[in-house]
């Protein structure tokens, strides 16, 4: 972040954080990358920080309609990158006439006031000032005239609309919109450590309101900072969304068994697979900078499971040994999550779907050789693309002649009162017994 005297607790700081952070996704970097690079290089308090952060999320679920509109605002791409990215952020704060989580006069003020305080771009604070001001004059003849580009009615590159209307002739645009909802926070109970009920009460006796929205998952009213949530140091409770949750019981798990979770990192389904039954766990994963992420959230759950990092796809890392269960939980385009991820829609590119298919089909074939005879195998993306889901899973069955077990198939994102969840799509294969 570049230096400045701005106060933390100002609107202009947070402005100018976020625009940093915007700056680098354009670059490529994932936002929570950038946030912990941000974050790294200034004391701010958290408060500030959960500023940086909500208007970085924002920015990044309307960056169609702030990009277009930018568009028409200046003649060419604002430049230096800190300079769009601090117009994008004042636009994302602005651009939407239904929300008024933030005064437009304030939002163009601290926006000119962040920029004459930063050094890289104190001489563009007259343009972010003419050019925030046009907006207000004229807002509604130009968003008219941005709102006929699909790019700015949704929030996704035009690719990815393309992709959600053929693949979703009937639901593209109630998914669209799920993608541009604020997530829930959604909780796990540890049925080790307390029972649900149990656990509600606890919630209720902090006027924390929720409800139960699975056998093990508690949808609170208020998203709080996970340093609130009551017991979660003491792994009474995960954060992990309601579709997450469906992975370890449909495992059907028994004590004793052999299971394999292939690509366990962070390891969200490896402790509820842990809380489920009393198994034999190896939790893999190929990167081995993701892999102490599990170890944290076993210490704090008290569980164990054997960690290995090795490739899914290959056998360096095996003893030879069949397991009962394995769970794939494949790398994926995370199509089905961009609520959660809202810059994931701007990183990935058209083709990603398909070269992250061919990794998962040889992955999927590499652990069924791992499979006991009669063991079951359950295959899950956070995708929404029929490529890397139901494609996937159906071209399996036929060539390894896996028998297909009941499995929720594709699930859609949902955000209404009954249903709260992402996109996954799970599969089930059973290995014939011989
Ligand atoms: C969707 S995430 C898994 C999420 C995890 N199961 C959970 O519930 O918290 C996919 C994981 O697969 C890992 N991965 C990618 N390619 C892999 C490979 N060839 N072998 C093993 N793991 C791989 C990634 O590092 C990533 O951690």
């Not at 990794?359 to 195998?377: E, F, H, Y």
């Amino acid at each position: 972040m570049s230096k400045h005297l701005l106060k933390t607790d100002s609107l202009a700081f947070s402005l100018i954080g976020a625009a940093h952070a915007v700056a680098l996704v354009r670059t490529g970097t994932a936002l929570p990358q950038a946030l912990a690079h941000i974050f790294a290089k200034t004391n701010a308090p958290a408060a500030t920080r959960g500023a940086i952060q909500d208007i970085a999320y924002r920015t990044m679920r309307r960056w169609g309609r702030v990009e277009t509109l930018l568009g028409l605002l200046a003649d060419k791409a604002p430049a230096p990158a800190l300079l769009h990215g601090l117009l994008s952020c004042a636009l994302a704060l602005i651009a939407d006439p239904d929300d008024a989580s933030y005064e437009t006069f304030t939002v163009v003020d601290q926006a000119v006031t962040a920029a004459a305080a930063d050094s890289d771009i104190a001489h563009a604070k007259g343009m972010v000032n003419a050019v925030l001001r046009r907006f207000l004059r004229e807002r509604d003849a130009l968003l008219r005239q941005a709102l006929e580009k699909p790019e700015a009615v949704w929030n996704y590159p035009a690719w990815w609309i393309d992709a959600a209307r053929s693949a979703y002739p009937h639901d593209w645009q109630a998914i669209l919109r799920e993608g541009n909802s604020a997530p829930p926070l959604t909780l796990r109970v540890n049925r080790r450590a307390i029972s649900v009920a149990d656990y509600l009460q606890t919630l209720s006796d902090n006027t924390m309101p929720a409800t139960r929205i699975g056998p093990d998952a508690i949808r609170l009213e208020q998203p709080v900072p996970m340093g609130r949530i009551p017991g979660f140091d003491q792994g009474l409770v995960s954060v992990q969304d309601a579709a997450a949750q469906l992975a370890a019981p449909l495992l059907d798990l028994h004590d004793g068994m052999r299971v394999l979770d292939a690509c366990a990192a962070p390891g969200g389904k490896t402790g509820h697979i842990l809380e489920s039954a009393n198994v034999d766990l190896t939790a893999l994963d190929n990167d081995p900078k993701r892999l102490p992420r599990i170890e944290q959230n076993l210490q704090r759950l008290q569980l164990n499971a054997t960690l290995e990092v090795g490739d899914a796809g290959a056998d360096g890392w095996w003893n030879g040994k069949l397991f009962d269960r394995i769970l794939a939980d494949v790398p994926c385009t995370a199509s089905g999550i961009v609520r959660r991820h809202p810059d994931i829609r701007w990183l990935r590119r058209k083709g990603d779907a398909a070269q992250l298919a061919t990794l998962s089909a040889r992955i999927l074939d590499n652990l069924w050789r791992m499979l006991q005879p009669g063991g079951k195998l359950l295959f899950v993306t956070c995708s929404l693309w029929p490529q890397e889901s139901e494609a996937q899973a159906a071209a399996f069955a036929v060539r390894r002649q896996a028998i297909r077990l009941p499995a929720p198939g594709q699930l859609l994102p949902a955000a209404n009162a009954e249903k709260n969840h992402d996109g996954l799509f799970y599969a089930l294969f059973q290995k014939p017994a011989v």
